[in-house]
């Protein structure tokens, strides 16, 4: 498949987007998705979902509308994203991407989260917590003085 064209999905040479897709239509989507992540494997290419959908005219809001309705659809998306995750991946590892966008990338749209941020959260918490016993001493504090001066003036 190497150096190989692949031809975006354009609706039957309709122009604009159907007003809602069938299954006719999301198994040819599907196919689309699935020959664009080969053409890129093939090519070692790194490709946006953003671009595939520009160049299909499909509005990548609609993945979350169509990909529980539609298995073939939905494993081809999950195909493209798991693609797109190992090429970043690689694209760092080999210092062919920026390791500090890798990281960002693969924060936004994989949900990576580094250690650090993990930590930076139990820190926080550690300090929310830190302020709660301060308050709960302070109070408590409070009340055995409240406590010392009603019993001395009896």
């Avoid at 069938?22 to 040819?28: A, C, G, K, N, P």
């Avoid at 979350?64 to 693609?83: N, V």
């Avoid at 080999?94 to 749209?109: S, V």
């Avoid at 926080?124 to 003085?145: C, M, P, T, V």
Wanted: charged share 30%; with cysteine.
């Amino acid at each position: 498949m190497e150096n190989q064209e692949w031809k975006p999905y354009k609706h039957f040479g309709k122009s604009g987007r159907p007003p809602d897709y069938d299954d006719r239509d999301l198994d040819i989507l599907a196919q689309s998705l699935n020959d664009w992540v080969n053409y890129l494997a093939a090519n070692e290419e790194f490709g946006l979902l953003g671009d595939w959908c520009f160049k299909n005219e499909f509005n990548p809001k609609y993945f979350s509308r169509y990909t529980p309705k539609h298995e073939k659809f939905r494993e081809a998306y999950q195909r493209a994203k798991s693609y797109q995750e190992h090429a970043v991946t690689k694209g760092a590892l080999t210092q062919k991407l920026n390791p500090r966008f890798a990281q960002f990338f693969l924060g936004c749209q994989h949900h990576w989260r580094t250690k650090d941020a993990q930590e930076d959260k139990l820190g926080q918490l550690r300090n929310e917590f830190g302020k709660y016993l301060d308050i709960i001493k302070s109070e408590a504090k409070h009340i055995e003085e409240e406590a010392e001066d009603s019993g001395s003036n009896e």
